[in-house]
Every structure is written in structure tokens, then in C-alpha cells.
């Protein structure tokens, strides 16, 4: 169809197929496989006891009840919800939520840098091990070996 010589777009008001309102999408959606929270889960980082961010009870934040998780919070021991600091929608697990609800979202950005200095820490520990075989491998290559062998 075209008016004067330009051409009309019709957009139809029915939407696409496969097409779902962002409300519908979020509560009739499932769960990606592979991601749901199982009881008895644990962090991998709460294990060791050398690690600054583990807790002196040895409880998991992950496994905690909501009262645990608000004492882990004022203790500077929380591991942040992003959904729930960031988006405007929240969490959508509510409160089945294996993080803290409890941080605003300059606590979550602080909180999650401190744990990544302290996950960079603990790869920097491990690493003078993986240096001297790599400064090894280096003194062979620049005597003159192939690299590639």
C-alpha cells in the first residue's frame, strides 16, 4: 500500500507466535535444568577454613534459614542477590532464594568485590607452583627447544 508515494508499514496488534507478556514468561516458565537449588547444597568456597569469608559456625549461607542468613548479612558473610539488588522485577525464587535479600545494591557491589579479591587471593596462592613450570618452560624456548613438542 503506498500514499503518495511512500510506503505504509501495517504491523498486525496480535502478537507473534511463541510470543509471551513478560509477567506470563516469568511464572509459567520453568526452571533451567541443572540450576535448581538441591538441599544439602554447598558453596564450593565454604569448605576450606583458611578462607576469610567462611563462617566461624561452619554452616553453609546456602543452607541457612532466613534468620541465619540476616546474622551472615550484619556479620559481612552474605553472598548478594543480584536479581534482588539490581532488577526492578527482584528475585523471582522469592524465598527460596539461596542468597541475601538483605543487601541494597552499593552492599552487593562491595560485597561481591570483596569476594572476588578474596577468590583472586586464593588463586594467587596456588599459583607459584604453576610459575615455576612455566618460567621452566620459558628457559627451555629461549634455549633455543621447539615450543611445540
Known amino acids: 500500500m503506498t500514499a503518495g508515494g511512500h510506503r505504509i508499514q501495517y504491523t498486525?496488534?496480535?502478537?507473534?507466535?511463541?510470543?509471551?507478556?513478560?509477567?506470563?514468561?516469568?511464572?509459567?516458565?520453568?526452571?533451567?535444568?541443572?540450576?535448581?537449588?538441591?538441599?544439602?547444597?554447598?558453596?564450593?568456597?565454604?569448605?576450606?577454613?583458611?578462607?576469610?569469608?567462611?563462617?566461624?559456625?561452619?554452616?553453609?549461607?546456602?543452607?541457612?534459614?532466613?534468620?541465619?542468613?540476616?546474622?551472615?548479612?550484619?556479620?559481612?558473610?552474605?553472598?548478594?542477590?543480584v536479581a534482588y539488588a539490581f532488577r526492578a522485577a527482584g528475585c523471582y525464587k522469592g524465598d527460596s532464594c539461596s542468597h541475601c535479600h538483605f543487601c541494597t545494591a552499593s552492599q552487593a557491589t562491595v560485597r561481591r568485590r570483596q569476594l572476588q579479591a578474596a577468590a583472586r587471593q586464593q588463586r594467587k596462592k596456588q599459583r607459584p607452583a604453576d610459575q615455576g613450570k612455566e618460567a621452566a618452560a620459558t628457559a627451555r624456548i629461549l634455549a633455543g627447544e621447539p615450543f611445540w613438542l
Do not use: M, W
Open 12 to 81: 498486525s496488534p496480535v502478537p507473534s507466535e511463541g510470543y509471551l507478556p513478560l509477567n506470563t514468561a516469568l511464572v509459567q516458565s520453568p526452571f533451567p535444568p541443572g540450576l535448581k537449588f538441591e538441599p544439602g547444597q554447598v558453596s564450593p568456597c565454604t569448605g576450606s577454613t583458611d578462607s576469610p569469608i567462611s563462617t566461624g559456625t561452619g554452616s553453609s549461607f546456602f543452607t541457612a534459614s532466613a534468620t541465619e542468613k540476616l546474622r551472615l548479612h550484619k556479620a559481612g558473610q552474605c553472598h548478594p542477590c
